[in-house]
């Protein structure tokens, strides 16, 4: 029982901290945990690393911020290329714009145009990395998108619980430390007289 028990411990453990580091780079990409996981599944389907995809999401957010600034002379040009406007763009969220951007470049028949295109959206080399996503048609995504749903993702609210119980975790390693240093500091003169 004792052994199930630790089993299931570390087993929501794990659980845990997945849920948190998923909704800790769903934070610093700008999109829901939900819209990452789907994106996620969609990339492993398709032959693409996961982190690259997630770098993808970076550099997406940095464009969408140019835009709103209105400094957009470094990919205007492969905007205007692909068809899209910075209308279609204004406004969007990460997996939105990310979309936009995807399903103009799956429809460039060039390979090596799409790879050069993509690069310079992504960044270098990046765009050959997410070539497989890149390839895939509309409905394939949405059909992979909707089996990650299918699946089972973890929801929001789902990661707020497993972060807080991650964060009263770490405050408890932290208080522990703090008393782990106030025991030696008492102790010290005893043992520095031993």
Known sequence: IL???TALGMLAKKGADTADALNDTASKIGMSIEALQEWNHVATIAGTETSS??????KVNSILGDIALGDVKSFAGVFHALGISMDELEG???SEAFEIMRNALSKVEDQSLKTALANHLFGDKLGAELLPMLNLES???SELRNQARELGIITSEQAEVTGAFND?????KQSTSALTVELAVALVPAMQSV
């Open 168 to 172: 009263s975790l770490d405050s408890l």
């Open 3 to 5: 052994g199930a028990v």
């Open 53 to 58: 995809l997630e770098r993808a999401f970076i």
């Open 92 to 94: 969007k969220d990460t």
């Open 139 to 141: 409905e394939a995504i």
